[in-house]
T-cell receptor, first 117, second 113 residues
Framework: NAGVTQTPKFQVLKTGQSMTLQCAQD?????MYWYRQDPGMGLRLIYY???????DKGEVPNGYNVSRLNKREFSLRLESAAPSQTSVYFC????????????????FGSGTQLSVL | DQQVKQNSPSLSVQEGRISILNCDYT??????FLWYKKYPAEGPTFLIS?????DKNEDGRFTVFLNKSAKHLSLHIVPSQPGDSAVYFC????????????FGKGTHLIIQP
């Protein structure tokens, strides 16, 4: 059981380049999330998708776009990368959204280390 | 404004002793709290959770205590083992919100031999 799979694991970009981070889950979960982790900042929510066909901004959405391609896949796009977007990006999924009791438990992928030069 | 606070960036504990990690929150709407454990180069993994209707939840060596009046929760690990060395994140959610979990900044637990 793969759980949440993210690709790529590492990426180096130049300022202004674009790229898409891919995420897929095989647990038939309804909700999917993108977080970024920076030193001393914890995990901050970028975007989330409470169900297929819907997406919403999180705490730090500027500079990013997302696509919920289907129930399994949720991608994160950087249109014009900036050094401030150097971070570790985590995709996560959950059976239900927040407020759903034990369904709030998130399952995380192993992360993408992104460096923007 | 940080709604979930872990004020200790790091904690060093001797193997076999009790580790106590603390977490404070400001949003009284939070009703579900979780602890995640993270090893380097891996994603966070769920450890233990507690609902606001309880004040204690236990799972093997791990116990979470919730003090709603103080808006404080703590994770106890007894006895601490070398494999417990990791970063621990406290997280919270509130009813009706679909915006995932709100995380603290994490505490790096180091278990000394």
């Amino acid at each position: 059981n793969a759980g949440v799979t993210q690709t790529p694991k590492f990426q180096v970009l130049k300022t202004g380049q674009s790229m898409t981070l891919q995420c897929a889950q095989d647990m038939n979960h309804n909700s999917m999330y993108w977080y970024r982790q920076d030193p001393g900042m914890g995990l901050r929510l970028i975007y989330y998708s409470a169900s297929e066909g819907t997406t919403d901004k999180g705490e730090v959405p500027n500079g990013y776009n997302v696509s919920r391609l289907n129930k399994r896949e949720f991608s994160l796009r950087l249109e014009s990368a900036a050094p401030s977007q150097t971070s570790v990006y985590f995709c996560a999924s959950s059976e239900g959204g927040a407020g759903a009791g034990t369904n709030e438990k998130l399952f995380f992928g192993s992360g993408t280390q992104l460096s923007v030069l | 404004d940080q709604q979930v606070k872990q004020n200790s960036p790091s904690l060093s504990v001797q193997e076999g002793r009790i580790s106590i990690l603390n977490c404070d929150y400001t949003n009284s709407m939070f009703d579900y709290f979780l602890w995640y454990k993270k090893y380097p180069a891996e994603g966070p993994t769920f450890l233990i959770s507690i609902s606001s209707i309880k004040d204690k939840n236990e799972d093997g060596r791990f116990t979470v205590f919730l003090n709603k009046s103080a808006k404080h929760l703590s994770l106890h690990i007894v006895p601490s083992q070398p494999g417990d060395s990791a970063v621990y994140f406290c997280a919270a959610s509130w009813p009706g919100g679909a915006d995932g979990l709100t995380f603290g900044k994490g505490t790096h637990l180091i278990i000394q031999p």
